[in-house]
Every structure is written in structure tokens, then in C-alpha cells.
């Protein structure tokens, strides 16, 4: 996975456990591998079941994606939704 040379700081909960905050740096990873290089979309939809996994909630979900596009000027809500209705094996999406 690769991220931007751009240094952004990823929104992460100070109360995670190491598992959760890998799990959810690695979906941020793919999300930003989806603007910046493509991405395998099934990879990306089983990052993402993770990442709900630690983050359940939905207006937290939000709340998370609103300080990740403001970090990095990618979107979550717009990544998953792209993959969501691509039938392509690889999603590369444009800011």
C-alpha cells in the first residue's frame, strides 16, 4: 500500500488496540491507494468490513471520515460507494 508523500495525520481513537488502529491505518491506506494508484476493490471491501468492525457506528463512521477528507482530501463515504457499485475488479477514482 502506498500513501501520498503528503505527511497528514490519519484520525485515529487514542482507545483502540494495536490490532484496531493497524486495521483501520490499513483500510485509510487503501482508500488513499484508491485516488492515488488503484486499487483491488475486493481487498478494499474486506478493509472496510474491518474497519466496521472497530468502528460500528455510524455518526462515528462519519465523524471519521469528515477528519480523513480534511487530512488527506480523500473520502470514505465516496470510495465505498464507488466500489460498491463498480463491477470492476480495480477501482481507481479522481479527486
Known amino acids: 500500500m502506498l500513501v501520498s508523500n503528503e505527511n497528514f495525520s490519519l484520525p485515529l481513537d487514542a482507545a483502540w488496540s494495536t490490532q484496531d488502529i493497524i486495521k483501520v491505518t490499513n483500510f485509510y491506506a487503501l482508500v488513499a491507494d484508491a485516488y492515488e494508484t ?53 477501482l481507481k477514482l479522481s479527486l
Do not use: C, H, W
Not at 462519519?62 to 463498480?86: M, N, P, V, W
Open 38 to 90: 488503484g486499487v483491488d476493490r475486493e481487498l478494499l471491501l474486506a478493509a472496510y468490513r474491518d474497519f466496521k468492525n472497530v468502528v460500528p457506528m455510524k455518526f462515528e463512521e462519519k465523524q471519521l471520515d469528515r477528519e480523513f477528507a480534511a487530512a488527506s482530501g480523500y473520502s470514505i463515504y465516496q470510495t465505498i460507494k464507488a466500489a460498491r457499485e463498480s463491477t470492476r475488479p480495480k
